[in-house]
């Protein structure tokens, strides 16, 4: 007896970081990029309400979600569109959007989601060159061809940190053709303080071909319930709807968010850890000649080019005493380089701690 | 400023039962069929965990869950995969397995989202006619051509109520060309006691050409968290898992489905207070004239050929009065029925009472 054929994918499949080691407890995980101080007591408590029905079907269009975000970040309601965490988002718009004969545009170090979802659909994925490990627009339009349909666009980008500026963004979205549509994936824009920083929301709101992505599982701390959004045109917003499974995002994550979306302090509390504790670990890496791009988001890419050890001694190593961090060997593509997620104080301290006596 | 342009696909959107009606407190759902015992307390007790660690991915292969879930159906852990919801695995097949000119085959009135997710990917989905309002496995063997690559069935199936035997079962596979896969949904299982009935899982569990769907939506009362599975060949769940969202499962529902599994006094319960109460419901509406199905799931298929009322006036009435029934000519196509699901035995005799009062 044998199997049905199916479709064969040219596909890496995303390898998410390990989050345990046979025989040691007590792990750190700094290798998924997750919120260094949890989630907010607002959260945690809305978890304990006993009016929530766990037996019948979550809202399907999230309206109250959705409302919530629209007052927060001061945008229609109509052009929101919430997922089971913002793959869901990028995996709607590559339904909506390619045929097997279309392509995209990702640049060469970026969330493998884009590609993943691209060649599930059965896209071509065209990488655009880095320059020093930041997206360059010259590259981008290098690549686009009459059938290029998306670009995708973290910003920061992980797993290298960098960005492009406000001016550069504006400068990408005037000289690509304005039937391609951009995708601008905001997952990390709350920690960017660097002030030629701004967000795809905040830059493109009213555009008719950008779309914006955000996540509730970085900053927010919501990882372990998956729920993100999107933001568009009307028009595409009504399409993913179309398409989108009807009770995408679950109820306890959809409450979950709301809360998230109030607790203020909660998110200036992180920005603020996030900026001491970063520069704190950086400094500490760099008396061990291992460089980092500057401060952005919550991790840091590691480059060991001028170590006198190798990234992968260093993952190794560490590995065996406990603290996991993001090889970017794997999927990314990236020699000698690890990516470091920013923990919580104790965390880094254990981190800092450890790395000195490898070096010792 | 226009709009990037994306693909147009046929699809009548899914649109879920109604859950509030302007103006009326206190409403009855009996659209959705969800569990009328709402959900097991040790369920309730492992959202109140405090060691959930909410700012972490969940792990994205299920291991607990899928190791649960083995041990209690005696099937092998390597050839289970879950989704968020049976939905998910729907979409998984069919992205799996679909082209745009391959077909898949649908009983006429079956559950809306296997024809939904078959036209996302672009493939034709061919009806196969019903008898009495039971599928026809010569009606499907009618059907098949070169082409087709699917046969979705849910047995017993939605909104019908009816199903096929365990003989008739075995024989469509027989008369099926072996290289097309059969997708059989035992979203309903639990509730029969039916002794010509069995299980897909229990009948085609070491076969090569049939893939199971089960989901927590129903009788475990889990619908809110979205968390489903599927079963079938290895070699088609490690091609799903390559295609499988990384963090499919949020964290809370394998948490709450692993505890669920483990309540047999709930499920017993459960399968009990269905048998019971759909009866009462059937007799009080055959005094009415309104003829349904044998009792078989958790939801009748109401007939109002026979009535003197129409269901569209019943429809109306009873929402009126805050008691939301499931309308099938939306999306199903079928004329003067509704679709009833046995709630508590509270609303159960409300339902009673209410509908009683209108014939009178």
Same mark, same amino acid.
């Given at each position: 007896m044998t199997v049905p054929k199916f479709k064969k994918f040219k596909i890496e499949a995303y390898k998410p970081g390990k989050s345990n080691i046979a025989k040691i407890r007590n792990i750190i995980k700094l290798s998924a990029n997750e919120s260094a101080?949890?989630?907010? @007591?607002?959260?945690?408590?809305?978890?304990?309400?006993?009016?929530?029905?766990?037996?019948?079907? @979550?809202?399907?269009k999230a309206k109250n979600l959705r409302k919530e975000i629209s007052k927060k970040f001061k945008c229609d309601f109509e052009r929101i569109i919430c997922g089971a965490g913002s793959d869901e988002i990028i995996q709607m718009i590559?339904?909506?959007?390619?045929? @097997?004969?279309?392509?995209? +545009?990702? @640049?060469?170090?970026?969330?493998?989601?884009?590609?993943?979802?691209?060649?599930?659909?059965?896209?071509?994925?065209?990488f655009s060159k880095e320059k020093n490990f930041k997206v360059s627009i010259n590259e981008i339009i290098k690549k686009v061809t009459r059938k290029t349909k998306l670009v995708f666009i973290a910003n920061p980008n992980n797993p290298t940190g960098t960005y492009l500026t406000r001016a550069e963004l504006i400068d990408l979205r005037k000289k690509l053709n304005k039937n391609i549509l951009l995708v601008l994936d905001d997952a990390y824009f709350e920690y960017m303080k660097n002030k030629d920083y701004k967000s795809g929301l905040d830059l493109f709101k009213?555009?008719?071909?950008?779309?914006?992505?955000?996540?509730?599982?970085?900053i927010y701390g919501?990882?372990?319930l998956r729920v993100g959004w999107g933001h568009g045109p009307k028009k595409i917003i009504s399409a993913m709807n179309l398409i989108r499974p009807p009770f995408n995002v679950n109820q306890v994550a959809q409450m979950a968010a709301i809360e998230a979306l109030k607790d203020?302090?909660?998110?200036?509390?992180?920005?603020?850890?996030?900026?001491?504790?970063?520069?704190?670990?950086?400094?500490?890496?760099?008396?061990?000649? +291992?460089?980092?791009?500057?401060?952005?988001?919550?991790?840091?890419?590691?480059?060991?080019?001028?170590?006198?050890?190798?990234?992968?001694?260093?993952f190794n190593k560490l590995q065996s005493k406990g603290i996991i961090?993001?090889?970017?060997?794997?999927?990314?593509?990236?020699?000698?380089?690890?990516?470091?997620?920013?923990?919580?104080?104790?965390?880094?301290?254990?981190?800092?701690?450890?790395?000195?006596? +490898?070096?010792?």
């Open positions: 101080l949890g989630v907010s @007591p607002r959260v945690k408590k809305i978890l304990q309400n006993k009016k929530l029905l766990i037996s019948k079907y @979550p809202d399907g590559c339904q909506l959007y390619l045929k @097997p004969s279309d392509e995209v +545009i990702v @640049p060469q170090y970026s969330f493998l989601m884009y590609r993943i979802y691209a060649q599930i659909v059965g896209a071509k994925v065209v009213n555009k008719d071909n950008v779309v914006v992505i955000r996540t509730f599982s970085k919501l990882a372990s203020r302090k909660f998110i200036n509390n992180s920005v603020k850890h996030n900026i001491r504790e970063a520069n704190k670990v950086r400094n500490a890496l760099q008396k061990l000649k +291992i460089l980092s791009n500057e401060v952005t988001a919550n991790f840091l890419l590691l480059n060991f080019d001028r170590c006198k050890f190798s990234a992968n001694y260093i961090l993001r090889s970017t060997e794997d999927g990314y593509n990236i020699k000698n380089k690890l990516r470091l997620t920013i923990g919580s104080t104790k965390e880094n301290m254990r981190f800092i701690t450890t790395i000195k006596a +490898i070096f010792n």
